[in-house]
């Protein structure tokens, strides 16, 4: 009934979209320790985000994504950075909500839109572009990435130089979603630069953005594969001093981060190249669980034992020596 109801629905999604932008730009957004901190963000907001999935689930794309379109088109350039913001956050929930059938064929215009959003002078607009290209990346997964590489990835790129942390930490995140694919060619061309950037954000003194940059070179290897052999001896080496050099001890969860990059890039590149490096990412890997095991804090550990079964994997027989030595934990996490 609802359907055929199209002023009603236009109506709702005004509205909806209107409580969407009801966000405040508090102070504490900008300096908070987590890109997914919602700071400024009103019970308004929170319920528009929450509906405007059901609503577009409900009624489907054929007849809410027309609509919708024309109800955010004057959001997207609009003077309030507020607008600005609700756009690309609407086009997210809205995107969850229909189908990948209906909607994959009508994003050329709302893609430009977002890839605009992240050159906005306004960080919270880039936030939430970034944010918004996380969910196309995974909702709409691999066929996204295959339409939109060209435009995509160097945008996220030019990203990744923005000033704000959290800007930065969500660019390197979003780039992390829209990584994972089963088909790598894609990344090749743009391998050089994103590798190049993101070592330059593990340096950053922003844990965020760290572990974020951390994450994504992670995922980049893992879909590289073969083709990330090329960046081996640059990327390996700066790990390495990276967890000589950096206070980890605060941090353990930086620290296992680090180490499941370094056993992602050593899969990557196979056996032969990563034997000589594999035996001291154990030891800092045996530390660790220890560290951990002493702390009583055990969040860590996913990452690490992770890192454990992809060097097993890549090692094979060669893994064989440490196995008496992760198995305590392994036992332990079981318990």
Sequence with gaps: MMKRLLSFISRCLMVLVNLLADTNDDPGWHSAETKYDSTGTTSNHSFSVHFLERFSRALGGKSFVPIAKEQLSSYWDAPEWEKRHAA??????IAKGCSKQVMIKDLEQPVKKVLNCLQDPHPRVRWAACCAIDRLSTVYHPDFQEQYHNQVVPALAATMDHVHPRVQASAAGALSFFCVSNKSDFLIPYLDGIVNKLLVLVQNGKQMVQQEALYALSRITESA????????DTVMPQLKAFLRNADLTSDLILRARAIECMSCVGSAVGREKFREDAEQVIKVIMLSLQGIQTKGDDSPTEYLLRACAAI?????Q??????????????????
């Design 88 to 93: 690309p956050f609407a086009l997210a929930q």
């Design 225 to 232: 594969k073969e083709y990330f052999r090329t960046y081996y």
């Design 318 to 335: 060669d893994f064989l020596p440490y196995i008496h030595k992760v198995m305590p934990f392994y036992s332990m996490c079981s318990t």
């Design 312 to 316: 097993c994997d890549c090692l094979g």
